[in-house]
Structure formats: structure tokens, C-alpha cells
């Protein structure tokens, strides 16, 4: 589904202004390839921020209030058995699948000549990585079980890196993009509750570490102040609008 998305991006960034006609662009100055660890090291320097806190300390909010629900969540999960839509949010949201849609991406972007969609495949593999750092060594510290009884459950890495391409998307095209990629960003954190995969709270705190990592990493293409953080309602699924300061 979010693989989709990054089509569709793709798609609009081909048809914006600006795209070659017969000749090819340039080659563009990315290379997220080559200067892997290099762009890891500036990312992991530009995260700490207002904005990042910001995103950060609402789902952390939000994580503490929510965490009596957790529990609820797993009983109502358990009692409704397994789902077939869930499969699509377990596949989407995969680290590997979201990683592989961000090479695509840039892939196409090189075959095209086109700098923006090379560009936007850029910011995404960048994303990512950071967001994979971050997210394994989380669960590596939190040591949280599962409710299913696996280990590793905070936070979230498919709702980390769901959001984290979301952000990216965001950033670059604003929300007639953005909205649609947080929209489904959020129903794969959903269906990994609904697996009984990870509690609430992880992907509360997993959907806010990918938001704050993809725009960190886009941070320059923001024409907005706004990030949407997964949160909850007293008996439903739902997200907050936390406004950035510019």
C-alpha cells in the first residue's frame, strides 16, 4: 500500500514542472548509495531538535496515557481471531519491502534522468537506514515482550519505517500526498495491534520515531508546520496533528 504511494509520488514528480522533455537532467548530486554512512552520521547529527522533541514528547504523552488500553487491545484482539487484511500491513510495513520501495524509487529516478524523483528515492533510503538504526537499537534497550510472547516489541519497526516514508512523501509534496501516505502509514500500525504483534504504546512510539526521522532527513523540503503523530481516542485508533515551529 505505501509501496503505492511511493508510485504515485513518483508519478507526480514526473508530471511537475520542470521534467526533461528529450534530453536528460544532469545526473543528481545524491548518492545515498555511495555516502551511505556519511549521510547516517550528518542524519544522526541533524536529529536532535525542538521539532524532533516535539513530535517525540506528544507520542511519549500519548504512550503513557494510552498505556492502560494495551492490555484491553489484547483480550479484544485474542477474542476476535485472525484477520485477512492484517497480511497487507505485515507485508507493507516490512522494513525490507519500505527499504526496497525507497531503492526502487531511486532507481527509477537515475533511468529517467529526473532529479526530483532521484532525489525523493534519496531521502527515502536515508530514512530508512536512520530510522533502522534507531529502531532496532530501541528494541535492543527496551527488551519489551510482545503480547503474542515474541521479544522486541518497542517500538514498532513496521509503523517506524511506515512513517518514516510518509514523512519523506510529506515533505516533498505536502498533503495532497502526505495525508494519504500518514492515512496508510496508520493502518499498518493498526494492523500490527490487531495481530497482536505489538501493544498500542509501541506503535504510538514506533509511527513518532519514523515521523521525526523522515523529516529530519527532508527537513528542507517542509512547506508546511505540521507532522502527524499516531495516537489514540478513548475507544478508537487515532492521530494527532502536533504543529513545528518553522
Sequence with gaps: MLTSTCALAVALALQAPGAPAQAPEPPPDDRPIHEFFQNLGRDIVALPTPETAIVIGAAVGGALAT???????QLWADEQGPSGYTRIGRTAGDGWIQGGAALATYGAGLLSGHRTVTHIGSDLIRAQALNAVITRGMKLVAGRKRPSG??????????SASFASAAVLDSHFGPKVGIPAYAVA???????VRDNAHWL???????????AVGHTVARGHRNRSWVVVPSVGRDRVAVHIVKLSR
Design 201 to 211: 504504546t509501541d506503535v504510538i512510539v514506533g509511527g513518532a520515531i519514523g515521523a
Design 150 to 159: 515474541g521479544r522486541e516489541s518497542l517500538p514498532s519497526g513496521h509503523a
Design 67 to 73: 498505556h492502560p488500553a494495551d492490555d484491553n487491545l
Design 186 to 192: 496508520g493502518f499498518i500500525g493498526w494492523t500490527r
